[in-house]
Nanobody, 117 residues
Framework: QVQLVESGGGLVQAGDSLRLSCAAS????????MGWFRQAPGKEREFVGG????????YISDSVKGRFTISRDNAKNTVYLQMNSLKPEDTAVYYC??????????WGQGTQVTVSS
């Protein structure tokens, strides 16, 4: 069983940057595609982006393209979400998830990101 813990969220001003981390334990996630999602109050969960097992391929949602990047360090069993030029509409709880056997079956508890204008 994979346990995921997100960290790095906080309260920032518009235009600031944050780097979220997703640390895995229990088993290695080095062979899994990893995704980042977010959910704002009253809205459905949104796919932010994902990264292939070796980091060679990343996918970024159009809503954050050009501002967010995803990376991973398999030696540390950790995935990152670098968020630049943050906007108030980026305010949400951010989650990471491991795609195992084709489904996102392992989720973290989320980290809150709040962007003030």
């Amino acid at each position: 069983q994979v346990q995921l813990v997100e960290s790095g969220g906080g309260l920032v001003q518009a235009g600031d940057s944050l780097r979220l981390s997703c640390a895995a334990s229990g088993r290695t996630v080095s062979s899994y595609f990893m995704g980042w999602f977010r959910q704002a109050p009253g809205k459905e969960r949104e796919f932010v982006g994902g990264i292939s097992w070796n980091g060679d391929t990343t996918y970024i949602s159009d809503s954050v393209k050009g501002r967010f990047t995803i990376s991973r360090d398999n030696a540390k069993n950790t995935v990152y979400l670098q968020m630049n030029s943050l906007k108030p509409e980026d305010t949400a709880v951010y989650y990471c998830a491991a795609r195992i056997a084709g489904t996102y079956g392992s989720w973290g508890q989320g980290t809150q990101v709040t962007v003030s204008s």
